[in-house]
């Protein structure tokens, strides 16, 4: 055992859930009895509530090895969903590590807007700027099947990525290597979508180690791209097509503005899970 192991003693799987979960609460998780569940389940292979059916049984050498090794890395701050390798977006299961964002419920609404736009369309061209792992393109052409769907993105690393949700999910998405900067591939799109850079770089010291020190910088900071998009996306639309974009707290009113600038229309806000309001949209 390594001196850095040396808290996870051997012992049954119920003593090992009480130790993980003291360590990661020292360590400063703020949910460690939960990633205590979902990490000792996946070193396991077995479903979160198969653990409490087990409580008693002894683990075995292999077993805490794997154990320490995932325990040991959520607690050196890695990101719960990094370590585990997957994370559930709406109704699919997406592989995640550190070359894109991680989905977050948040990002589940700027899809639940896109949906509702796109609703009795037969066959609506999307774009997805800054897709990413493919979160939202991928959710998009899950739930509105006819949609076709492209993601753009100027990381090649997160296009990689976003290549093997498509394998994995096995949907339909195209994926194109493209610097929004540059302006956005030619429509007529009937909507585009961006989860675009929205924190401030002066911010960087006030986030949690588990996004500044392992979620991609060039996917966080900044606030230079939703203007990018917006504006790209004034000559790219069909007519009567739909922006949506997520933004960061307190920034939905600045970006209706910046929409009204460019002369959207049916400008609006749609609030958070926590009351922020944290999707804007118009239409051109």
């Not at 000792?40 to 653990?51: N, P």
């Not at 290549?163 to 610097?179: C, K, M």
């Not at 949506?244 to 958070?272: C, F, K, M, N």
Request: aromatic letters at 4%.
């Amino acid at each position: 055992m390594t001196l850095e192991g040396a808290w996870l003693a051997p012992g049954t799987l119920g003593d090992v859930l009480r130790r993980s979960t003291e360590h990661l609460a020292a360590k400063g998780s703020d949910t460690p009895r939960l990633d205590a569940e979902l990490l000792l389940a996946h070193a396991l292979g077995v479903a979160r509530i198969d653990l409490y059916m087990q409580l008693d049984r002894p683990l075995d050498p292999s077993e805490l090895d794997a154990t320490r090794a995932l325990v040991g890395r959520r607690a050196a701050r890695e990101p719960l969903q990094y370590v585990l390798g997957e994370w559930g977006f709406r109704r699919l299961m997406l592989t995640v590590d550190r070359r894109a964002l991680i989905p977050r419920p948040e990002t589940e609404i700027v899809v639940e807007r896109c949906l509702a736009l796109l609703e009795g369309l037969d066959a609506p061209r999307v774009l997805d700027v800054g897709t990413g792992s493919g979160a939202i393109a991928l959710a998009i052409a899950d739930e509105h099947p006819a949609a076709a769907v492209t993601g753009i993105d100027v990381s090649l690393d997160a296009l990689a990525l976003a290549r093997e949700n498509v394998a994995r999910t096995g949907l339909p998405l195209e994926l194109v290597h493209h610097d929004l900067f540059e302006g956005l591939p030619d429509g007529p799109w009937a909507l585009v979508v961006s989860n675009p850079p929205y924190v401030d770089p002066d911010d960087r010291g006030a986030l949690q180690p588990e996004v500044r020190d392992w979620e991609p910088a060039e996917a966080l900071f900044g606030r230079e791209a939703a203007a990018a998009v917006a504006r790209g996306a004034t000559t790219v639309l069909a007519d009567g097509g739909a922006l949506v974009l997520e933004v960061g707290d307190g920034q939905a009113d600045e970006t209706a503005a910046l929409l009204g600038s460019h002369g959207y229309t049916e400008i609006r806000a749609t609030p958070d899970l926590a009351g922020r309001d944290r999707v804007v949209e118009g239409r051109r």
